[in-house]
């Protein structure tokens, strides 16, 4: 099977692998609450198994996304609606379930300071439903990730604006080689090369930040030993990736992919330990 593009996280390791697709910009009605984050002309997604699954945009598919406040409020709870229609604008009935869920729903804030990675309850009749909160004001961008039964992967894409108190939006810079401490781990994230447009290998090494041991009892989160996800700078790029050897336990996670083009790129690496899942943000530049 041919590889495609995705996903990785600190001494600079990264895997994904998927596709280059146009991004579904339609139906975004936040109750005209929407500003446009500066996108990327295309939006490429897709997700890799280790085994380079490629998958495509279904423009047969429309998404409409409605919250109940019209005017949402930083650090409240919202709840959040997702319906999935077909090209006659009717409800998909049923969705394939994509590790340990039938959706995938992504948010990011505009500077990519912000990571959420949760997952809407289906209520039947093509609709999502979930209840979240915007912890500042601002812009955010919402992917729902998910694969309806017997067709291909789609990832739907919508703006938020948040009102409230909005922070200092800092420059996104790429992080040394040196590892990343988080939850009392000790990450390291490194490549094999590190270029736009070629397959390359991501690995996340997990030790013990105060043994510096290797962490080798790492379990299962949604099925597999990690998941990564990467955006671009200006969230026109997402790339979802799982590992390569989905029942590895540490203290490494392989993931391979292919960045679709050169610049700077956040990376989330999702893992679990002694029943609790740690996230690990990475910044790289990809040359």
């Given at each position: 099977?041919?590889?495609?593009?995705f996903?990785?996280?600190?001494?600079?390791?990264l895997?994904?692998?998927g596709?280059?697709?146009?991004?579904?910009h339609?139906?975004?009605?936040h109750?005209?609450?929407?500003?446009?984050?500066p996108q990327?002309?295309?939006m490429?997604?897709?997700e890799?198994?280790?085994?380079g699954?490629t998958?495509a945009?279904d423009d047969?598919l429309?998404?409409t996304?409605?919250?109940?406040?019209?005017k949402?409020q930083?650090?409240?709870?919202?709840?959040?609606?997702?319906?999935?229609?077909d090209?006659?604008?009717k409800?998909?009935?049923?969705?394939e379930?994509q590790?340990?869920?039938l959706?995938?729903?992504?948010?990011?804030s505009?500077?990519?300071s912000?990571?959420?990675?949760i997952h809407?309850?289906?209520?039947?009749n093509?609709?999502?439903?979930i209840?979240?909160k915007?912890p500042?004001g601002?812009?955010?961008k919402l992917?729902?990730d998910?694969?309806?039964?017997g067709?291909?992967?789609?990832?739907?894409?919508h703006?938020?604006?948040?009102?409230?108190a909005?922070?200092h939006?800092?420059?996104?810079?790429?992080d040394?080689?040196?590892p990343?401490?988080?939850?009392?781990?000790?990450?390291t994230?490194?490549f094999d090369?590190?270029?736009?447009?070629?397959e390359l290998?991501?690995?996340?090494n997990i030790?013990?930040?105060?043994?510096k041991q290797p962490?080798?009892?790492l379990?299962?989160?949604?099925?597999?030993?990690g998941?990564?996800v990467?955006i671009?700078?200006?969230?026109?790029?997402?790339?979802h990736?799982?590992?390569m050897?989905?029942?590895?336990?540490?203290?490494?996670a392989?993931f391979?992919t292919t960045?679709?083009?050169?610049?700077?790129?956040k990376?989330?690496g999702?893992?679990?330990?002694?029943?609790?899942?740690?996230?690990?943000p990475?910044?790289v530049k990809v040359?």
């Amino acid at each position: 099977m041919k590889k495609s593009i995705f996903t990785g996280v600190v001494a600079l390791t990264l895997v994904l692998s998927g596709c280059g697709a146009k991004m579904d910009h339609s139906n975004m009605n936040h109750e005209g609450n929407n500003t446009a984050i500066p996108q990327a002309g295309e939006m490429s997604h897709g997700e890799n198994h280790g085994g380079g699954d490629t998958t495509a945009k279904d423009d047969n598919l429309k998404v409409t996304w409605k919250l109940t406040a019209e005017k949402p409020q930083s650090n409240q709870n919202d709840d959040l609606t997702i319906q999935v229609q077909d090209k006659d604008g009717k409800p998909v009935q049923d969705f394939e379930i994509q590790h340990e869920k039938l959706m995938h729903l992504i948010i990011v804030s505009k500077d990519l300071s912000y990571f959420e990675h949760i997952h809407p309850e289906y209520k039947g009749n093509g609709l999502f439903t979930i209840t979240t909160k915007f912890p500042n004001g601002g812009d955010y961008k919402l992917y729902a990730d998910f694969v309806p039964k017997g067709g291909e992967k789609s990832v739907k894409e919508h703006v938020v604006t948040v009102e409230g108190a909005a922070p200092h939006v800092a420059a996104l810079n790429p992080d040394t080689d040196k590892p990343k401490a988080i939850e009392n781990k000790e990450v390291t994230l490194s490549f094999d090369k590190l270029k736009a447009g070629e397959e390359l290998t991501i690995n996340f090494n997990i030790k013990n930040e105060t043994t510096k041991q290797p962490i080798s009892n790492l379990q299962p989160y949604l099925g597999a030993v990690g998941h990564v996800v990467i955006i671009s700078e200006d969230t026109g790029l997402y790339l979802h990736v799982h590992p390569m050897d989905e029942k590895a336990t540490g203290p490494d996670a392989k993931f391979m992919t292919t960045f679709p083009k050169s610049g700077t790129y956040k990376i989330w690496g999702q893992f679990q330990h002694e029943g609790k899942v740690f996230t690990v943000p990475f910044t790289v530049k990809v040359p």
